[in-house]
């Protein structure tokens, strides 16, 4: 069992194995099953490339066996750092066929991440692509593995320079035949997800393949996918929504057909969707919105989508209704978290559920409770916040001992950080937040460690990230600062963030420079006061 990974405890194992959720499948056989099913039916798409479901499978077992002969070992992390595109998923495969455990970052992941990244989950080897969308990940990585040791081998997709190629790798295949492979033990970690919910450092999210075929198989039922399922991956694929609920892996699951979208950009997207006849894809609210919009001057036909899924953020209802009579399919909402628990709209859902509501439960045994501030449960229909446990969320962050002991509680539940409210057909509506992280639209910005690089700028004595209500994204980030001297500007400490290898995503959309922050009682900044504060005076840049 991987070093720093909570099992669940046996009394548990035993009745999810009992009531068959836990199959003892591993998610290298779930592809092996469906290619010899069906062999020849089209898995993926990327651009005019295209690999049937035998192909797929015999490319991971190539890869599998050339990652072997690279020295690559069971249990052993390897940091995948890839866009969209389809070689994501063989080298994913190929990890899971191995048992090496995909760590999977994000591509708006800069140095600074991915250092981190790398250290915590000591990989040994760091997967990228050449270029994507005008950035070279060969010179990210190049300053990657001078700050991070422990990785032995860069992988490149496509031109490798001087590091390796995966074309290399397979052709390193014949040097560990593929039979001598034992598949991994399912209740083993198959993958390492990042937390978008936590604050300081990144956390890793260890998924096994118990519980992680699970969310794929019972995701592809609720979504209702099939063999005439056509997935357009708009969101990026190394994140678990389009990953595994269902997203690509759901869909091979059922049969269907991955179709890879560049960027998630209408004009990327909809020629996609018009060519590649998708049937559905899933979207986080900007994107809807933007989507939305697009429709006002683009001609393609959409008409083959039939289930648009949009999550990651709270939809708002008028953007939620407007979905149908616009874009001419049915809304699915998915309230999910990387940490395991997933809620679905259901497909004959009535559409006030649909609309007004982010779905409840994928399995009857999820145990939630909404709880206050004691941990006691609130009275039914009132807002709390949200715990959980069950049998596809996790007991523990991957070796974070001492935060995991306030992330869960004493038995076992998953401290959310949502504040929830549930009606009586089950349905949650998700309201607010206790947790200090900021949803930008989807993208997770987690506050303290933004603060803690600020704090080291020379202009800024103390600092507080408040999020700030915005139309488009739901809300944005705001940095108000105590100055040491001269005040910087917005630009300035976003130069400074750039510099140090911080995501875009993180940096501060606004600036308010004070002479004090509020406190609370307890002489901490109180950032809700802060956060009204804010709302209410004027965001103009200081000058
Ligand atoms: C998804 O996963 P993460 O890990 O990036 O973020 C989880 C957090 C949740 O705790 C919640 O605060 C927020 O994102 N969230 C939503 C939401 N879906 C996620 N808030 C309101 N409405 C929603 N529909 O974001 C994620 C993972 C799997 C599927 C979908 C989303």
New binding site residues.
């Given amino acids: 069992m991987l070093n720093g990974f909570v099992d669940w405890p046996a009394k548990f194992t035993a009745r999810y194995r009992e009531l068959g959720y836990w199959r003892s499948e591993t998610l290298g056989q779930l592809l092996r099953t469906q290619a010899w099913a069906t062999p020849t039916q089209v898995a993926l798409v990327d651009g005019e490339r295209r690999w049937t479901y035998r192909e797929l499978d015999e490319h991971a077992d190539c890869l599998a066996a050339g990652l072997r002969a690279l020295g690559i070992e069971r249990q052993q992390r390897i940091l995948v750092h890839l866009p969209n595109i389809a070689e994501f998923l063989p080298l994913c495969f190929a990890l899971f066929r191995i048992g090496a455990i995909p760590v999977l970052a994000l591509p708006a992941h800069r140095e600074s991440e991915i250092v981190d990244l790398a250290h915590i989950s000591e990989s040994v080897a760091y997967v990228i692509a050449d270029t994507h969308l005008g950035f070279d990940y060969r010179t990210l990585a190049r300053s990657v593995c001078e700050k991070a040791a422990n990785l032995q081998h860069v992988v490149v997709v496509g031109d490798a320079q001087e590091f390796v190629s995966l074309t290399d790798i397979e052709a390193r295949a014949v040097e560990a035949p593929a039979n001598e492979m034992a598949e991994p033990d399912p209740h083993e970690v198959a993958l390492l997800l990042l ?3 936590t604050t300081g450092s990144p956390k890793l999210i260890p998924r096994t393949h118990d519980d992680y075929v699970y969310n794929v198989r019972a995701s592809a039922a609720a979504a209702a996918l099939d063999r005439a399922t056509r997935y357009l991956v708009s969101l990026p694929i190394a ?3 389009a990953l595994g ?1 269902p997203g690509a892996l759901g869909t091979l699951y059922a049969g269907g057909t991955v179709v890879f979208c560049g960027d998630p950009s209408p004009d990327t997207a909809f020629p996609l969707i018009e060519k590649e006849k998708i049937t559905v894809t899933a979207l986080i609210p900007p994107l809807v919105l933007l989507w939305l919009e697009a429709t006002e001057w683009t001609t393609e036909d959409l008409s083959s989508l039939q289930w648009l899924q ?6 708002k209802a008028e953007t939620a209704a407007r979905i149908e009579p616009v874009l001419g399919c049915r809304l699915q ?7 395991g628990l ?1 809620n679905f709209t259901g497909l004959d859902d009535p559409d006030d559920l649909v609309v007004n509501t ?1 779905g409840r439960p994928l399995a009857a045994d999820d145990e939630v409770r909404i709880v206050d501030r004691d941990d006691t449960e609130v009275n039914e229909g009132e807002i709390g916040e949200l715990q959980v446990r069950g049998p596809y969320t996790i007991r523990g962050y991957y070796r974070a001992e001492e935060y995991n002991r306030q992330a869960f509680t004493a038995d076992g539940f998953y401290r ?3 504040l929830v409210r549930r009606l009586p057909s089950g349905h949650f509506v ?1 309201e607010g ?1 206790s947790k200090d992280v900021i ?1 930008r639209g ?1 993208d ?1 910005v987690p506050v303290e460690e933004v603060e803690n690089h600020l704090l080291a700028h020379p202009a800024v004595r103390d600092v507080a990230m408040v999020g700030v209500p915005d139309e488009t994204l739901g809300e944005r980030s705001c940095a108000c600062i105590i100055a040491s001297g001269a005040a910087p500007t917005l630009a300035e400490l976003n130069a400074y963030l750039g510099g140090l290898g911080l995501a875009a995503f993180k940096l501060p959309d606004r600036l308010v420079v004070l002479d004090h922050f509020p406190t609370t009682r307890l002489g901490k900044v109180n950032k809700q006061a802060l956060a009204e504060h804010v709302g209410s005076v004027s965001l103009e840049l200081p000058t």
Avoid: I, P, W
């Avoid at 949009?310 to 939809?315: I, K, N, S, T």
């Fill in positions: 937390s978008g919910g994140h678990n929504f609920c949009a999550g990651g953020a709270r939809l909402q998915v309230y999910g978290m990387a940490e997933l982010q959310t950080g949502d998700v937040r949803n989807g997770k």
